[in-house]
T-cell receptor, first 113, second 113 residues
Framework: DAGVTQSPTHLIKTRGQQVTLRCSPK?????VSWYQQALGQGPQFIFQYYEEEERQRGNFPDRFSGHQFPNYSSELNVNALLLGDSALYLC????????????FGPGTRLTVT | AQSVAQPEDQVNVAEGNPLTVKCTYS??????LFWYVQYPNRGLQFLLKYITGDNLVKGSYGFEAEFNKSQTSFHLKKPSALVSDSALYFC???????????FGTGTRLKVLA
């Protein structure tokens, strides 16, 4: 049984560009959350998707947007990249929004130059 | 507003000794509390959770945590530390009225042989 998978593993972008990160949840999970983890910090909640809708959002600007597909996979889009967007982006899935245990993927390391 | 504090950046303990990693929280509603562990080059792994009920919760790998409502704390403990327990530990909280998870900044546990 595959766990949470994310692609790509690493990504280098230039300021002002746009990026799309992808996540496939653990089998049977329908809820996906995205986190940003800066170096030396804890994960920061970006948003959660359930039933193809954004259910909850953290304190991130509108440059951060997402999507969930009917197969429960998800994308995180970041527009107008800033140097400060450089971080590890983590995807987590759970059986439902009310199931508290989250399973995390290995993350995508984004570097903005 | 929700918040989590992990007051120690690093905890050192000798193998075989008991360990404690501290966490305090602040929420407006009822707290849902979690501990995750992050090994190098691996995603976060769920250790244990407190939702309701018994204040002492047991989790994976022999870890346990005690919920103390009056002190708003949720300290992680293990009776006998192993060198393999060396990793980065994160405490997280979710307010019962939201789906937003707040993570602490992490505590690096180093178990010395």
């Amino acid at each position: 049984d595959a766990g949470v998978t994310q692609s790509p593993t690493h990504l280098i972008k230039t300021r002002g560009q746009q990026v799309t990160l992808r996540c496939s949840p653990k089998s049977g999970h329908d809820t996906v959350s995205w986190y940003q983890q800066a170096l030396g910090q804890g994960p920061q909640f970006i948003f959660q998707y359930y039933e193809e809708e954004e259910r909850q959002r953290g304190n991130f600007p509108d440059r951060f947007s997402g999507h969930q597909f009917p197969n429960y996979s998800s994308e995180l889009n970041v527009n107008a990249l800033l140097l400060g967007d450089s971080a590890l982006y983590l995807c987590a899935s759970s059986l439902s929004p009310d199931t508290y245990e989250q399973y995390f993927g290995p993350g995508t390391r984004l570097t903005v130059t | 507003a929700q918040s989590v504090a992990q007051p120690e950046d690093q905890v050192n303990v000798a193998e075989g000794n008991p360990l404690t990693v501290k966490c305090t929280y602040s929420v407006s509603g009822n707290p849902y509390l979690f501990w995750y562990v992050q090994y190098p080059n691996r995603g976060l792994q769920f250790l244990l959770k407190y939702i309701t009920g018994d204040n002492l919760v047991k989790g994976s790998y022999g870890f346990e945590a005690e919920f103390n409502k009056s002190q708003t704390s949720f300290h992680l403990k293990k009776p006998s530390a192993l060198v393999s327990d060396s990793a980065l530990y994160f405490c997280a909280v979710r307010d019962s009225g939201t789906y937003k998870y707040i993570f602490g900044t992490g505590t690096r546990l180093k178990v010395l042989a």
